[in-house]
Nanobody
Framework: QVQLVESGGGFVQPGGSLRLSCAAS????????MGWYRQAPGKERDLVAS???????HYADPVKGRFTISRDNAKNTVYLQMNSLKPEDTAVYYC??????????????WGQGTQVTVSS
């Protein structure tokens, strides 16, 4: 099994910054894609950003230029640096990590979610 633990959410005023972290543990042989999703009340869960094993990144249009995703392979951790936050960024943020277990089976693990609230 693979477990993810998220941290770093909270309350911030518009224009502020937050940094989310997601650490993976368990029967991990390799990590391929790592990503962050968010879900606002009454809306679907959408991809915010992702980073591939080779380091290439992808961002949703609403966060381009404001958010930065990064990964630390030695720590099995993915980060999301969020700057210039806007009220519309308010949502529950979930990390997602995919790869292979030590038994060569695939896994698709989700974090527990962390609330980000942007308000004045």
């Amino acid at each position: 099994q693979v477990q993810l633990v998220e941290s770093g959410g909270g309350f911030v005023q518009p224009g502020g910054s937050l940094r989310l972290s997601c650490a993976a543990s368990g029967s991990i042989r390799s990590i391929n894609a790592m990503g962050w999703y968010r879900q606002a009340p009454g809306k679907e869960r959408d991809l915010v950003a992702s980073v591939a094993s080779g380091g290439s990144t992808h961002y949703a249009d609403p966060v381009k230029g404001r958010f930065t995703i990064s990964r630390d392979n030695a720590k099995n951790t993915v980060y999301l640096q969020m700057n210039s936050l806007k009220p519309e960024d308010t949502a529950v943020y979930y990390c997602n990590i995919r790869g292979f277990t030590i038994r060569f089976t695939t896994y698709d693990a989700w974090g527990q979610g962390t609330q980000v609230t942007v308000s004045s």
